[in-house]
């Protein structure tokens, strides 16, 4: 049997983004450490990587596993849940 492994969680956001302002401040109320963060107005790499990836630029995108979840509100209810149920936090 295959062990399950802790999900991959990225998220992809500008400065400049008030959306990802939202996301950014409910991680930080909430103790949210377990996603890496990418700034796509300095990283090229990562800006190119979300377009290829994701299809389009926009930001906040958290990527699930490589899997891209977009809107602010869908995200932080994606990390609540995960918050409040840590056993899903498993690649499935």
Known sequence: ????KARTLELFYKPTCPYCHKVLAWMS???VENVTLYD???DSEAAD???KVG???QVPC???DSDPLYESDDIIA???ELIDHPENDLAR
């Open 1 to 4: 049997m295959a062990e399950k």
């Open 29 to 31: 109320d909430h103790d």
């Open 40 to 42: 796509i107005s300095t």
């Open 49 to 51: 990587r979300l377009v």
């Open 55 to 57: 299809g389009k630029r």
């Open 62 to 64: 958290l990527f699930i």
């Open 78 to 80: 994606f990390l609540a």
